[in-house]
């Protein structure tokens, strides 16, 4: 079973990963732009709900011998 996390934690990693991907100005431009911008949760969740854990998995675990 998978430990869920608190928000604020879960923000955190959030912001520490943007920030060591896009650098800390772009981490920061994009959720400044996500904030602005509408977001249609109900569709988001149709989208991922045609996924298996398996597919979303695939997604998120990085490849091995592939730069993340």
Known sequence: MVKQITDDRLR???AQALSERLGPVDALRFLA???REA??????RNEFSQCSLDELLQEVRPQSGKPS
């Open 12 to 14: 955190q990693q959030a």
């Open 33 to 35: 732009l996500v904030s």
């Open 39 to 44: 977001f249609d949760n109900q569709q988001w």
